[in-house]
């Protein structure tokens, strides 16, 4: 089976099909096109923010989180998307999670390819906050995300001071 990694991605939502868009650019400069279903998502976030949320101290863990993911947002550059280089599309429903202290690691199987993609805490917090936008743009339920996730949604709101 190949393994193709995954170099860079553009999620984007599509409410035609109601599905969440990888556009991934793979090498030599090609891309392929990965949709994620609201189930496919609700099964992994959490697995994700788990993982973030290990190495925190318990006590600190829910302020610590907040204040690494409203830091991750502030320094999340604008990218040029990834361009669409063919039309080749793939339902993913499948996808093994592998670990260590410093990344994530998505392996999203397919019959006769396997694509890769690793995060660090900083570019899955960063990632997360893409997701989660796309969650509400898509007026999808956030019921599945940590309280701390949620409550970096506020700071996002304009404060009203009277």
């Known amino acids: 089976m190949d393994v193709i990694q995954i170099l860079r991605i ?8 109601d599905r969440i868009i990888l556009i991934s650019e793979v090498s030599g400069n090609e891309s392929i096109n990965l949709w994620l279903t609201r189930r496919f998502m609700n099964r992994i976030v959490p697995h994700l ?6 190495d925190i101290d318990s006590k600190l863990s829910e302020t610590l989180l907040e204040f690494q993911q409203i830091e991750a947002k502030q320094i999340l550059k604008n990218q040029a998307a990834v361009r669409r280089t063919n039309e080749q ?10 670990t260590n202290n410093e990344q994530l690691e998505l392996t999203f199987k397919l019959e006769s390819y396997q694509y890769k993609i690793q995060f660090t805490r900083l570019s899955l917090h960063q990632w997360l906050s893409i997701i ?25 709101k304009p404060k009203i001071v009277h």
């Open 132 to 156: 989660i936008k796309t969650y509400k743009l898509a007026e999808w339920p956030i019921d599945i995300w940590p309280k701390w996730f949620k409550n970096t949604l506020d700071e996002e």
């Open 49 to 54: 923010t788990i993982w973030l949320e290990n």
């Open 10 to 17: 553009t999620t984007q939502y599509d409410a035609t099909e």
């Open 89 to 98: 599309s793939t339902l993913l429903r499948t996808v093994d999670i592998t």
